[in-house]
């Protein structure tokens, strides 16, 4: 049977410490909302003691906010205790935080005045009294206490089990094991929480949850690891914000569950359809831009470029997915165009198109895409109409375009020279203008030999960006008839003759 894994959201607290962020209180209870909306079981709301601000901003979370329950963090101190139980006075599940340094690191570094005993073993057994009168001060505030011994990961285990023992004796529901600078590997945190259920003797009465950072890129890891190992709360980020490299991205962690629940046997209660949406609020309120390749909810995390994955992804998404992206809120994967998406992936996306190709066009096709293709980053639909519209007309070649040069510029007299195939026979013009399209235009008359008209020019642009597609329209006039030429192409110029030619191409054919 699967059992159930807790989900502690840190977002609003330690996920807020990211360098160079701030969320303001207007922020976190939109945050918090969408939380609620995430159905996490904790939402821990900020630290009601380090200001004005945080305190309200817990106050009001945990009196709006239904559905989670609302935690407020603390260290091992009267004061901060105190600040946790009125912020949350009103909330309808509150629960405080509380906890102390435990490895020796920590304790020397932290605890180095003497007033904290002169020894190790004095300093040590100090500070288990004071975790003991943490617990116990918080459980008059909230029957729901949960106890964090920071730096766990590095921390003497025996000392570690004489702390959570005390914690629990003192009341503590759920017991933290923070690998708070992300020194651990899962191999040995695993270890650790395995050890903590053989070697603490009341650990059966609290709750154990995997706190974990990403400094050694190991945070997600370090968490799966303990749960597998008996922890049943995982605490972490939404995009995995937080102090240094971060904290345990919740996104992945509760996937990686559900994907592979075959081999973990543990499953979260949250509505994992909102993960995209909640994903985004976070980074736009931080301004912190969610990479690509993020997993489970970057852009391309369900994109598919490469021409063999495209196909393979085409005839069975499960050949390259193991996810459907409907499960994290995406409304489908998507192929992305480029020079490396084959022929299978353009045929699919100009079919979804409404365009059925033969087998000719589709060729002609492809060889124009690779070309607009090794100037972009990415073709889209826009680009695919302009292309076709540009290749696959009816209209005769009487003109077909072999070579196109220009030179222009602020201080130079804008010159074209333009080779045109008329039939067989090859023919070469130039000339000069107001700038480069007006010089072209006046070449390919040198080459045609005959009067037209520009009645009308547009140009635009087919899709964003500075390698963009530029489409051109113009109305060509000559002895009383009219005609329309179209043209695309990266290059405004070459789009502007192209267009020019299909023009004459008509008039020709008329």
Known sequence: MSEKVFVFDTTLRDGEQA?????????????????????????????????????????Q????????AICALSRAVPADIEACGRALAKARRPR????????????????????????????????????????????TFADDVEFYAEDSGRADPAYLFEMITAAIDAGATVVNIPDTTGYSVPEQYGALIRSLKENVPNIERATISVHCHNDLGLAVA???????????????????????????????????????????????????????RTSRM??????????????????????????????????DRETYEIMLPEHVGLAQSRVVLTARTGRAGLRDRLEKLGHALSHEELDRTYERFLKVADKKQEVFDED????????????PETYKLEYLQFFSGTSAIPTASIRLRVGDVVKDGAAVGDGPVDAAYKALLVVVG????????????????TEA????????????????????????????????????????GL
């Open 19 to 59: 360098a160079g962020t701030r969320l303001g209180r207007r922020e976190k209870m939109n945050i918090a909302r969408q939380l609620a909306r995430l159905r996490v079981d904790v939402i821990e709301a900020g630290y009601p003691n380090s200001s004005p601000e945080d305190f309200e901003a817990v106050q």
């Open 61 to 68: 979370i945990g009196q709006e906010i239904e559905g989670p």
């Open 96 to 139: 405080i935080h509380t906890g102390i340094g435990v490895s020796d690191i920590h304790v020397r570094g932290k605890f180095g005045d003497d007033k904290y005993g002169r020894t190790m073993a004095e300093k040590k057994a100090k500070l288990v009294e004071m975790a003991r009168h943490a617990v116990t001060l918080a459980r």
């Open 222 to 276: 370090n968490s799966l690891a303990g749960l597998k190992a008996g922890a049943r709360q995982v605490e972490g980020t939404i995009n995995g914000i937080g102090e240094r490299a971060g904290n345990a991205a919740l996104e992945e962690v509760v996937m990686g569950l559900r994907t592979r629940g075959d081999y973990w046997g543990l499953h979260t209660d949250l509505d994992t359809r909102e993960f995209y």
């Open 282 to 315: 976070v980074a736009e309120s931080l301004g912190m831009i969610v990479p690509p390749n993020k997993a489970v909810i970057g852009a391309n995390a369900f994109s598919h470029s490469s021409g063999i994955h495209v196909d393979g992804f085409l005839k």
């Open 384 to 395: 695919l109409a302009a292309i076709l519209a540009d290749e696959l007309h009816s209209v």
């Open 450 to 465: 005959r009067s037209v008209r520009l009645a009308r020019y547009d140009i635009r642009a087919v899709t964003s960006g």
């Open 469 to 508: 597609i530029g489409e051109v329209t113009v109305v060509l006039e000559t002895e009383g008839r009219r005609v329309t030429g179209r043209g695309a192409s990266t290059d405004v110029v070459e789009a502007s003759v192209k267009a020019y030619i299909d023009g004459l191409n008509k008039l020709a």
